[in-house]
């Protein structure tokens, strides 16, 4: 199995556990579900059986995004002029580290992030915005958003944000 982290915050984000689906060689679309977890208990997000089914939600339960839960993201909120100073912020941290790292990358990353910004901008009210467990400021801002149904959440994050 692979973990990705953040490599500016070094917060764990995904592992390859999860179906992760690479768009316009920019970000992954990352697919998640709701789970229910109790106290002691772990929720794999396999069908229940019918005995299981036909119970509620008991004392403690609790519903959770399986990617927030594990891998500990926080919630937390921007408006867009606060997400676009992030972002620039972001993006020169990114190109610092590809620069040093995996320069070959520099140029495809500078386009394409670029390119995905504007599109970010244009549905920022359907976003909601996780960070790594650290919560550092200059780490990665995760997007959750829904598929067409308005049911299937899915996480997107940027690829050369990202190491193995």
């Known amino acids: 199995m692979l973990l990705y982290t953040d490599v500016i915050s070094q ?7 999860f ?15 709701m789970i229910t977890i109790k106290e002691g208990e772990v929720d794999i997000g396999a069908n229940a059986s019918a005995e299981e089914a036909s119970e509620d939600l008991d004392d403690g339960a609790q519903t959770v995004n399986n990617v927030v839960h594990s891998f500990r993201l926080q919630s937390t909120s921007f408006d867009k002029k ?30 394409g ?23 550092n400021p200059e780490g990665m801002v995760m997007l959750l958003n829904y598929r067409e149904d308005g ?5 997107i994050v940027w690829k050369d944000g990202l190491k193995e």
């Open 11 to 17: 917060d764990e984000i995904v592992s390859d556990a």
């Open 19 to 33: 179906d992760m689906k690479l768009v316009d060689d920019i970000v992954y679309e990352i697919d998640s579900k």
């Open 82 to 111: 606060g997400y676009l100073a992030y972002l620039k912020d972001y993006m020169k941290s990114v190109k610092a580290y590809l620069t040093s790292n995996h320069p070959d990358r520099v140029a495809a990353f500078e386009k």
């Open 113 to 135: 992030a670029q390119a995905f910004a504007k599109k970010i901008v244009t549905n920022f009210k359907d976003y909601e915005f996780y960070t790594g467990e650290s919560m």
């Open 151 to 155: 049911v299937t959440p899915y996480f």
